[in-house]
Every structure is written in structure tokens, then in C-alpha cells.
């Protein structure tokens, strides 16, 4: 497993970390992390991606 973390939640990132491993690990688990520090409301994303964000995270392989 591959753990991630950003100062703030940032599916773009998620993502780009997300290919690079999968290009060169594609069974690897990924894992990022939530943190309970995060501003949500503060991150510039919508209450609708802060909704939708562990849901389309997941689809890209991070399982914890």
C-alpha cells in the first residue's frame, strides 16, 4: 500500500499520484488521507465534490 497525503483535499492530485503508480504498479493499493484537519468548506471545492470525493477517489484505486 501507498499512503498519500496533501495539505488539503485535491482530487487532481489524488489523481495524477493516482496514474503515476498505476502505470508502474497497477495492483497496488493506494491510500489517502482524509484528515480530520482538512477545511472542507475552505479547499475551493463544492459541497457537491465534498460529497462525491472519497466516492471518485475510490474509483481511482485508493482503498483506504
Known amino acids: 500500500m501507498v499512503w498519500m497525503e496533501t495539505p488539503k483535499p485535491n482530487y487532481e492530485v489524488a ?3 493516482s496514474d503515476l503508480v498505476k502505470a508502474y ?5 493506494l491510500a489517502y488521507n482524509l484528515s480530520p484537519s482538512f477545511n472542507w468548506s ?3 471545492i463544492s459541497d457537491q465534490e465534498i460529497a462525491n470525493f472519497c466516492d471518485d477517489i475510490g474509483k481511482l484505486g485508493y482503498v483506504f
Do not use: C, L, N, S
Request: hydrophobic letters at 25%; proline letters at 9%.
Open 25 to 29: 504498479h497497477p495492483t497496488k493499493m
Open 15 to 17: 489523481k495524477r499520484f
Open 42 to 44: 475552505g479547499a475551493g
